[in-house]
T-cell receptor, first 110, second 114 residues
Framework: SQQGEEDPQALSIQEGENATMNCSYK?????LQWYRQNSGRGLVHLIL?????REKHSGRLRVTLDTSKKSSSLLITASRAADTASYFC??????????FGKGITLSVRP | DTGVSQDPRHKITKRGQNVTFRCDPI?????LYWYRQTLGQGPEFLTY????????KSRLLSDRFSAERPKGSFSTLEIQRTEQGDSAMYLC????????????FGNGTRLTVT
């Protein structure tokens, strides 16, 4: 079963705008990870945040984690057309297995 | 580049036939995962290996599916008596094995069962 649920399902923004994507989960986590997938390709790891962390940055990416609300958000600042892709959150549970959500389709209009 | 490679990239087969996919992980990674992804969905876990040991199998992995990782290197995923519902992207990923470490994915094998 997929326990990471992303919101919104689809997001369309103009180049240069920020994109915010949310993820909720149901059970406890060891860490939460965000991945990106271009059409027809495999997933690429973007960023990992541990359960004892609240915020993390990597380049134009900022991820937050609220374990009390069982939610995370991914912010992409100053979006580019090349950021167009599907984005997935994935939680790592007690057995180290990654469980993915259904994903968010991001379209960045040039 | 020694990323995760999968072969073939595409496979079209008739219902009832057997198919086998191969995955070559990053050489120093001792964990190897198989996921299945259908259109518009996220990857669903099928099974994973620590070296040559298959440690967990999803209930999605019916008795028609079998995976092996001989000698803890490459892995194969075989589907016997394919059904149209098996049509999906089959993704392989590897990781160094530290708990919760990120996965490195291959580009997948797209299976179409006609």
């Amino acid at each position: 079963s997929q326990q990471g649920e992303e919101d919104p399902q689809a997001l369309s923004i103009q180049e240069g705008e920020n994109a915010t994507m949310n993820c909720s989960y149901k059970t406890s986590i060891n860490n939460l990870q965000w991945y990106r997938q271009n059409s027809g390709r495999g997933l690429v790891h973007l960023i990992l945040i541990r359960s004892n962390e609240r915020e993390k940055h990597s380049g134009r990416l900022r991820v937050t984690l609220d374990t009390s609300k069982k939610s995370s958000s991914l912010l992409i600042t100053a979006s580019r057309a090349a950021d167009t892709a599907s984005y997935f959150c994935a939680r790592t549970g007690a057995n180290s297995k990654l469980t993915f959500g259904k994903g968010i389709t991001l379209s960045v209009r040039p | 580049d020694t990323g995760v490679s999968q072969d073939p990239r595409h496979k079209i087969t008739k219902r009832g036939q057997n198919v086998t996919f191969r995955c070559d992980p990053i050489s120093e990674h001792n964990r190897l995962y198989w996921y299945r992804q259908t259109l518009g969905q996220g990857p669903e876990f099928l099974t994973y290996f620590q070296n040559e040991a298959q440690l967990e199998k999803s209930r999605l992995l019916s008795d028609r599916f079998s995976a092996e990782r001989p000698k803890g290197s490459f892995s194969t995923l075989e589907i016997q008596r394919t059904e149209q519902g098996d049509s999906a992207m089959y993704l392989c990923a590897s990781s160094p094995g530290q708990f919760g470490s990120p996965l490195h994915f291959g580009n997948g094998t797209r299976l179409t069962v006609t």
